[in-house]
């Protein structure tokens, strides 16, 4: 049947040409000598003097560089504060435009109350000069507080939870 086929075919079958056979270059593993050790002690006088030699360089550690980064760190953030500090000026500042006395802080407001929700709840305790609702600055969204100023102190002391 293999005599129908092509030749190419046929090529695929063939017997392929014998391993050729050669000495080996050295010996078989149990023929050879074993290695031979030496000490070294012929290599001793090579070696530099102990008096010479300098002493060893102690590199940082991974903690030991963690702690120092995090004190420089922790240093320039409070020379920052500290300029800050030294810089403010409240009679300066344009965000403060009230009296501090005046003033009323409301906080954990939803983020949907407007200004008219707030002075409609605020303005049976006293007349209301500013409402201001806090927003971010990038987003313009409230931040969910407010601050609340009365024409006079006594209007923000009169509130009922103020008694207590």
């Given at each position: 049947?293999?005599?129908?086929?092509?030749?190419?075919?046929?090529?695929?079958?063939?017997?392929?040409?014998?391993?050729?056979?050669?000495?080996?270059l050295d010996k078989l593993?149990?023929?050879?000598?074993?290695?031979?050790?030496?000490?070294?002690?012929?290599?001793?006088?090579?070696?530099?003097?102990?008096?010479?030699?300098?002493?060893?360089?102690?590199?940082?550690?991974?903690?030991?560089?963690?702690?120092?980064?995090?004190?420089?760190?922790?240093?320039?953030?409070?020379?920052?504060?500290?300029?800050?500090?030294?810089?403010?000026?409240?009679?300066?500042?344009?965000?403060?435009?009230?009296?501090?006395?005046?003033?009323?802080?409301?906080?954990?407001?939803?983020?949907?109350?407007?200004?008219?929700?707030?002075?409609?709840?605020?303005?049976?305790?006293?007349?209301?000069?500013?409402?201001?609702?806090?927003t971010n600055t990038k987003?313009?969204?409230?931040?969910?507080?407010?601050?609340i100023e009365y024409e006079?102190?006594?209007?923000?002391?009169?509130?009922?939870?103020?008694?207590?």
């Amino acid at each position: 049947m293999t005599q129908y086929l092509p030749p190419n075919l046929l090529a695929l079958f063939a017997p392929r040409d014998p391993i050729p056979y050669f000495t080996p270059l050295d010996k078989l593993p149990w023929e050879k000598k074993p290695w031979i050790y030496n000490g070294v002690s012929q290599y001793l006088d090579l070696f530099e003097d102990p008096g010479e030699t300098p002493p060893p360089t102690r590199g940082e550690t991974k903690e030991e560089r963690h702690a120092r980064k995090k004190q420089a760190r922790e240093e320039r953030h409070r020379a920052a504060l500290e300029d800050t500090v030294t810089q403010w000026d409240a009679n300066s500042d344009e965000n403060i435009q009230s009296d501090p006395f005046k003033t009323l802080f409301v906080g954990r407001i939803n983020y949907d109350t407007s200004e008219s929700k707030l002075r409609r709840e605020f303005e049976q305790y006293g007349p209301i000069r500013r409402i201001r609702i806090l927003t971010n600055t990038k987003t313009g969204k409230p931040r969910g507080y407010a601050f609340i100023e009365y024409e006079h102190e006594r209007d923000m002391h009169s509130m009922p939870w103020q008694k207590y």
